[in-house]
C-alpha cells in the first residue's frame, strides 16, 4: 500500500454495527509512500495508523477530476 500527503483512507468497519472511517493521509513517515500514516480523521481526531486489510487508499489525484 502506497500513498501521499492529501491521499484519503477508508478503513471498513469489520465489526457488525461499526461505522467506517474516512481521513486525510497529513504525513507520511514509512519509505517510499509506505504506512505508517499520520491520519486525521473526519471527526477531528489524528493518530498514526498501520492499515490492514480493510483500509483503502483514494488518490486525491483522482478525486480532484471526478468532478469534470
Known amino acids: ?18 461505522a467506517d472511517r474516512q481521513g486525510e493521509i497529513i504525513e507520511v513517515r514509512g519509505p517510499g509512500g509506505r504506512p505508517p500514516y499520520l491520519v486525521r480523521f473526519d471527526d477531528g481526531h ?8 480493510d483500509a483503502v487508499v ?7 477530476g471526478a468532478d469534470g
Do not use: C, F
Not at 47 to 52: D, K, N, S
Not at 58 to 64: N, P, Q, Y
Open 1 to 18: 500500500m502506497n500513498a501521499n500527503i492529501g491521499d484519503r483512507l477508508h478503513v471498513h468497519g469489520n465489526v457488525v454495527g461499526q
Open 46 to 53: 489524528q493518530t498514526l495508523v498501520y492499515p490492514g486489510p
Open 58 to 64: 483514494e488518490s486525491a489525484r483522482r478525486t480532484e
